[in-house]
T-cell receptor, first 112, second 115 residues
Framework: DQQVKQNSPSLSVQEGRISILNCDYTNSMFDYFLWYKKYPAEGPTFLISISSIKDKNEDGRFTVFLNKSAKHLSLHIVPSQPGDSAVYFCAAKETSGSRLTFGEGTQLTVNP | GAVVSQHPSRVICKSGTSVKIECRSLDFQATTMFWYRQFPKQSLMLMATSNEGSKATYEQGVEKDKFLINHASLTLSTLTVTSAHPEDSSFYIC???????????FGPGTRLTVT
């Protein structure tokens, strides 16, 4: 039972353009969402998060949007840079507890 | 801030031996640490949640006698893979919660290869 799904295994974008990474979830008890970036053979790096009481959170080039009714969130990166090339994981936390449920990841490639 | 280290970064061991992996929070105290494993091109699978001073909580399907977790201090948790077999070969990653925040900070991971 995959409660957090990232349906696009890969995404390719030109440098300077916008990258949009999508994530869907099924568990209504999720109340906090996070995005992580991961390079091969390294641990994930925290990027940005959003609480379920908000619909948008922005931090520099990164913006996360949350649509609770659709159980969908997205990460926008603008402008995209070649150094953004990595696997991006969406994660979600339930109201009670601290464990995270991760999506399968999306490989982003930003072409110069 | 919020730096987590893991040691070793790579380890190769023979089948039947045990391997210990250390996870340390370097600049903060972590009451809760987590252990994950990741197979190639797959997501991170939570193995167990480790709370300082108490027994770890294991996810369904994870053998607690095989994957021993000890969280002896607020900055150190260890995962021991006992009687390792080739199917235990994987990338093991730990993470830690910093205070009241929900963000988990991850270590760099440990590549375990069992021959």
């Amino acid at each position: 039972d995959q409660q957090v799904k990232q349906n696009s295994p890969s995404l390719s974008v030109q440098e300077g353009r916008i990258s949009i990474l999508n994530c869907d979830y099924t568990n209504s008890m999720f109340d906090y969402f996070l995005w992580y970036k991961k390079y091969p053979a390294e641990g994930p790096t925290f990027l940005i998060s959003i609480s379920s009481i908000k619909d948008k959170n922005e931090d520099g080039r990164f913006t996360v949007f949350l649509n609770k009714s659709a159980k969908h969130l997205s990460l926008h990166i603008v402008p995209s840079q070649p150094g953004d090339s990595a696997v991006y994981f969406c994660a979600a936390k339930e109201t009670s507890g601290s464990r995270l449920t991760f999506g399968e990841g999306t490989q982003l490639t930003v072409n110069p | 801030g919020a730096v987590v280290s893991q040691h070793p970064s790579r380890v190769i061991c023979k089948s039947g031996t045990s391997v210990k992996i250390e996870c340390r929070s370097l600049d903060f105290q972590a009451t809760t640490m987590f252990w994950y494993r990741q197979f190639p091109k797959q997501s991170l699978m939570l193995m167990a949640t480790s709370n300082e001073g108490s027994k770890a909580t294991y996810e369904q399907g994870v053998e607690k006698d095989k994957f021993l977790i000890n969280h002896a201090s607020l900055t150190l948790s260890t995962l021991t893979v006992t009687s390792a077999h080739p199917e235990d070969s994987s990338f093991y990653i730990c993470s830690a919660l910093a205070g009241a925040a929900y963000e988990q900070y991850f270590g760099p991971g440990t590549r375990l290869t069992v021959t």
